[in-house]
C-alpha cells in the first residue's frame, strides 16, 4: 500500500524470486559445506602427500571461488533487488527489525571474501599451516553467516513472542531456529559433496579420482539422510499453525512433498552409483544429474517451507500481498484503492460503470500479482478461475482466506471486490455472467373429473417438498431422486370420514418421464390416515426438460372400482447452480451436473478437505452418504463429520456472505423454487429460512450440540446477519426441525409478521407435509397443497383446487366447503379463521 507496484504479467506471481532465490541459495549452501571440505581436502593431501589430491583442491578452490563468490555474490544482489521491487514491506520490516543482524552477517561475508581471495591466491606463497587457517576461518565466518541468516529467515516463518514483544532477539532466536540450523548445516555438507562430484570426475589420476568421489558420496549420502532427520525436526517443531499448513491443510504442499521424496532418493541413488568404478565420460554427466537432483530436493523443501508460511509473508504480520494485517480493519472500511499511496488519481475519486475495469486491474496488481502471474508459469490465475463468471469469481473472493487459509482475505470494500471479481472474469478470462437457472412452467394439464352433485368420494394429494432436488453425476451422487407423496381419501357427507381400509390407492406418472417406480400403489398408513408412496422420477420427458410432472391417483375398493380421481404435480429438478462456480455446463436440455462440474467440486473437495475423491471417482461413484448423515434421505454416514445440509451450507455461507436477500439462495437453488402463494406476496427464502448466514449457523449449531468434526472452523468464520450474535440462533435439524407456520399465522390468523426464521418445529410430525388440522384428521397439505407450492400456485400445482372448486385457492376457502361436506358449514371445525362467517 505504501509503495510503487513493479507491473508484471507472464513472468509476475513471484517469479523472480522463486527462480533466482533458489538458485542462489542452493549455491549459498555449498559456499558453506564446499568452504570445509576444502581445508578437509587441503589437510588430507598433506597427510597423505599425494599431489593429484594437492592439484585436485587447488583447482576445486577456483571452481567454487567462481561459483560462490563471483555468481553467489551476484545472484544474491538479484535477491536484494528484486525483494525490494516486488516485496518491499516485507524487506523494510527485515531491515528495521534486524538491522544489526544484517550488519554482523555483512561484516562476517565481508571476512568471508577476504579469506577466499587470499586462500585461492596464497596457494604457492603462504606455508601450508597458514593456508590451512585461513580454509578454516573461511568456513568459520561461512558458517555464522549461516547462522545470522538463519535467525532472519526463520524469523518470517515462526516469529515466536516477537509478536507480543517486538524483541529482537525473541524473533532472532524463533521457535524453528535450531531445527532449521542443524537443517540447513547438514544440507551444507550435502551440497559439498554433490558440487564435489563435478570437479572430482575431471580428475586424471584413476586412484585419486575415484577416492575423491567416494568421499564425495559419503558426504552426499549422510547429507541427504541427515536432511531428512533434521527435516522431520523441522518440520514437527513448527507452531500449530504453520504445521497445519504445512502437514494439513495445504493441499498444495502434497506435491512439494512427493518431489521432496523422489529428488531425495534420486540424489541417495545416484551418490551410491557414482561411488562405483566407471569411466569419466560417464561419471561426468551423471556427476551433473545428481546435481539437479540435489537442487530438487533442496528446492521443493523450500516451498514446503514457504507453504507453511502462508498466507503470509511474515507470518501473522504481513500478508502474502504485501499488506499489513494490522491495516486490514481500516482498508475494509476506506477502501484498498484509497488507502494506496500509487493508485491512479481518477481512481482514487471513486469507482465508476466507466472505470470498473481500470480499478479491477489496479487491485488485481496491488492484491493478486505478488502470487498469480498472467500467462506466466508461477500460479497463472486465467488456469485457476476459468470456471467463475463475475458473480462466481466474486463468491470466491467473499470466502476468500477464511477456510483455506493458504491465501490472504480480499481486503477492501465491497465495490472494489465486484470491481477484481469483474476484472478477473471478464477482462482476463472473457467470461459472461451465467443465467441463474429458472423453473420453467409447463404446460396446464387438466383437472381430473369430478361431479360435487354425484361423487361420493373425494380424493386429495401432496407432494412432501414443494421442489424435490437431486444432485448426481457420473462420479458422485449428493442425492438421488425420490419425491414422496402423500394422499387422503374422503367420504364425502354431513360428516365426512378418512377412508383406508378395504381401499387402495394406486398411482401411474404421465408417459414420457424417466425414472423408476412411474406407477404402482402406495402404502397405506392406518394411524396416520393417509398413504404414501416414494417416486423416483426425473424432470425429463421424452428427452426436455419439465420440473413438474404430473401423476394421476386412482382410489379404488376391494373389487378393483374406482372410487376417485385425481392428479398431482410432483416437482423434482436437478437444476443445481454447482456450474455457477465450478465450470462445466448442464449435463443436458438446461439441467443436471456435467461431469466437469462434478470433477471440479471433487477436487475443491480435496483441497479444502485432504481427501481423494479425484482418485476415487476415477474407481466408482462417490455417494456424499458414505462420510455425511443425511436425514433426508435416511441415511447414517461413517465419520463424525456435520451432516449434508449443515457442511454444505456452512461451506457456502462463507463465500456467500454479505449477500441481498435470496441472492446468495439462487447461486445455487434455481428461481421458482417458491411459487405459490407466499411468492405472491412478495415473500422468499430469507422469511421462513433465514439469511445464508444465519440459516447455517443453525444447522450448524445442532450439529455442534452432537459434537461433530470441523463445526468450530466453519462457526469461527460465519458471522450472523439479522440474529445479532451466533447464541441467539436456535440449532435445528434439517428436514426434521424446519419452520412453523404458526410463527407468523399466529391462531391461523392473517399475519403480523413475515419472518417465521429461528422458530422451529420441534421433531418431524409435527412438520407441514404431515400436520393435521385441529381434529387430527385431515392434513394440513390435504387442503392448502404443497410446501413452497400452497394455494394459489402455478397451473400444474393447482390442478386440485381447480378439480374440486374450479377455482385456484385453498380447499374450502370462502366456505366452500362441500369439496367433503355435502352440506354448507357453518363452524371453523378444523382450525380457526377458515373464514366461514
Not at 417406480?517 to 421424452?542: I, T, W
Not at 461431469?595 to 471417482?617: F, K
Request: charged share 20%; proline share 5%.
Amino acid at each position: 500500500m505504501e509503495y510503487p507496484i513493479w507491473h508484471l504479467t507472464t513472468l509476475g506471481g513471484g517469479f523472480w524470486i522463486a527462480f533466482i532465490a533458489t538458485i542462489h541459495v542452493y549455491v549459498a549452501h555449498f559456499a558453506v559445506g564446499g568452504g570445509l571440505f576444502l581445508v578437509l581436502t587441503e589437510q588430507a593431501a598433506y597427510r597423505s602427500n599425494n599431489i593429484h589430491l594437492l592439484e585436485y583442491a587447488k583447482k576445486h578452490t577456483k571452481f567454487f571461488l567462481l561459483l560462490t563468490m563471483a555468481f553467489g555474490a551476484v545472484s544474491g544482489v538479484a535477491i536484494w533487488f528484486t525483494i525490494v521491487l516486488l516485496a518491499p514491506q516485507a524487506t523494510i520490516t527485515l531491515i528495521h527489525q534486524f538491522v544489526f543482524g544484517w550488519a554482523a552477517e555483512w561484516v562476517c561475508f565481508l571476512a568471508e571474501i577476504v579469506a577466499l581471495i587470499i586462500y585461492y591466491y596464497t596457494w604457492e606463497t603462504m606455508n601450508r599451516r597458514d593456508h590451512v587457517i585461513i580454509g578454516w576461518l573461511y568456513f568459520i565466518f561461512g558458517w555464522f553467516s549461516l547462522f545470522l541468516i538463519n535467525g532472519i529467515i526463520g524469523f518470517m516463518l515462526t516469529p515466536g513472542d516477537w509478536l507480543q514483544t517486538k524483541d529482537f532477539w525473541d524473533g532472532f532466536f524463533n521457535p524453528s531456529f535450531w531445527p532449521s540450523l542443524v537443517f540447513r548445516t547438514v544440507f551444507t555438507a550435502a551440497c559439498a559433496g554433490l558440487f564435489g562430484f563435478v570437479t572430482a570426475t575431471r580428475i586424471k589420476d584413476e586412484e585419486t579420482r575415484l577416492s575423491v568421489i567416494r568421499t564425495c558420496s559419503v558426504w552426499t549420502i549422510a547429507g541427504v539422510l541427515a536432511v531428512f532427520a533434521s527435516g522431520y525436526w523441522y518440520v514437527v517443531a513448527l507452531p500449530p499453525g504453520q504445521y497445519e499448513m504445512v502437514m494439513l491443510k495445504s493441499h498444495r504442499v502434497i506435491g512439494f512433498m512427493g518431489w521432496f521424496w523422489i529428488f531425495g532418493g534420486l540424489t541417495l541413488l545416484g551418490g551410491l552409483v557414482l561411488a562405483f568404478r566407471m569411466p569419466r565420460l560417464m561419471s561426468f554427466p551423471l556427476a551433473l544429474a545428481v546435481l539437479i537432483a540435489g537442487q530438487g530436493l533442496f528446492g521443493s523443501f523450500e516451498f514446503i517451507r514457504e507453504a507453511g508460511r502462508k498466507p503470509y509473508l511474515i507470518w501473522d504480520t504481513t500478508y502474502s500481498n504485501l499488506i499489513l494485517k494490522a491495516h486490514a480493519g481500516v482498508i475494509n472500511q476506506q477502501g484498498a484503492i484509497t488507502r494506496a499511496k500509487w493508485a491512479p488519481p481518477e481512481l482514487k475519486k471513486g469507482i465508476t460503470p466507466a472505470n470498473k475495469m481500470q480499478a479491477g486491474e489496479f487491485l488485481f496488481q496491488l492484491e493478486c500479482s505478488s502470487c498469480h502471474s498472467i500467462g506466466g508459469i508461477m500460479n497463472e490465475i486465467r488456469k485457476r478461475t476459468d470456471m467463475y463468471d463475475a458473480n462466481g469469481m466474486d463468491a470466491f473472493l467473499t470466502g476468500m482466506g477464511k477456510l483455506n487459509k493458504y491465501m490472504p482475505p480480499f481486503i477492501g470494500t465491497t465495490t472494489e471486490r465486484e470491481a477484481l471479481a469483474v476484472y478477473i472474469a471478464e477482462g482476463l478470462n472473457g467470461k459472461t455472467d451465467v443465467d441463474i437457472a429458472t423453473i420453467p412452467e409447463p404446460e396446464a394439464v387438466a383437472p381430473a373429473p369430478f361431479d360435487p352433485a354425484t361423487a361420493e368420494y373425494a380424493l386429495v394429494a401432496w407432494a412432501d417438498q414443494g421442489m424435490r432436488f437431486y444432485a448426481q453425476s457420473d462420479k458422485w451422487t449428493l442425492l438421488p431422486p425420490g419425491n414422496m407423496i402423500r394422499a387422503q381419501l374422503v367420504l364425502r357427507g354431513p360428516g365426512p370420514e378418512i377412508v383406508v381400509d378395504d381401499v387402495e390407492i394406486t398411482y401411474q406418472v404421465e408417459p414420457g418421464f424417466e425414472g423408476e417406480n412411474l406407477s404402482g400403489k402406495l402404502d397405506k398408513h392406518e394411524d396416520a390416515g393417509r398413504f404414501e408412496g416414494r417416486l423416483m422420477v426425473r424432470p425429463y420427458a421424452d428427452g426436455k426438460f419439465n420440473p413438474l410432472p404430473t401423476v394421476t391417483l386412482e382410489a379404488r375398493n376391494g373389487v378393483g372400482e374406482i372410487l376417485a380421481t385425481t392428479r398431482l404435480a410432483i416437482p423434482t429438478s436437478d437444476q443445481m447452480g454447482c456450474r455457477n462456480c465450478h465450470g462445466g455446463d448442464w449435463a443436458q436440455a438446461g439441467s443436471g451436473i456435467a461431469s466437469a462440474t462434478a470433477e471440479n467440486i471433487l477436487a475443491v473437495h480435496d483441497r479444502m478437505n485432504n481427501t481423494n475423491h479425484v482418485e476415487r471417482a476415477e474407481k466408482g461413484v462417490i455417494l456424499c452418504v458414505e462420510c455425511h448423515d443425511d436425514p433426508a434421505q435416511n441415511a447414517e454416514g461413517s465419520s463424525n463429520r456435520p451432516n449434508l445440509s449443515a457442511a454444505i451450507h456452512g461451506a457456502h455461507a462463507v463465500f456467500m456472505a454479505g449477500r441481498e436477500a435470496e441472492e446468495s439462495c439462487l447461486m445455487c437453488h434455481p428461481r421458482n423454487t417458491l411459487r405459490g402463494q407466499h411468492d405472491g406476496v412478495d415473500l422468499n427464502c430469507n422469511n421462513c429460512h433465514g439469511m445464508i448466514e444465519d440459516h447455517a449457523i443453525s444447522l450448524l449449531k445442532a450439529e455442534k450440540e452432537k459434537g461433530k468434526e470441523g463445526v468450530d472452523k466453519l462457526l469461527a468464520v460465519i458471522i450472523p446477519r439479522t440474529m445479532g450474535t451466533q447464541a441467539a440462533i436456535n440449532p435445528r435439524t434439517p428436514w426434521e426441525n424446519e419452520p412453523d407456520c404458526l410463527t407468523c399465522h399466529v391462531d391461523f390468523e392473517t399475519p403480523d409478521t413475515d419472518n417465521a426464521f429461528n422458530t422451529w418445529v420441534k421433531d418431524p410430525g409435527q412438520l407441514y407435509s404431515v400436520r393435521c388440522d385441529e381434529m387430527d384428521a385431515v392434513n394440513c397439505a390435504a387442503c392448502h397443497g404443497s410446501p413452497h407450492a400452497v394455494y394459489p400456485a402455478g397451473e400444474r400445482d393447482n390442478v386440485q383446487p381447480l378439480q374440486y372448486m374450479d377455482t385456484a385457492r385453498s380447499l374450502g376457502a370462502d366456505g366452500s366447503c362441500t369439496v367433503c361436506h355435502v352440506d354448507a358449514m357453518e363452524d371453523a371445525v378444523h382450525h380457526a379463521g377458515m373464514g366461514l362467517e
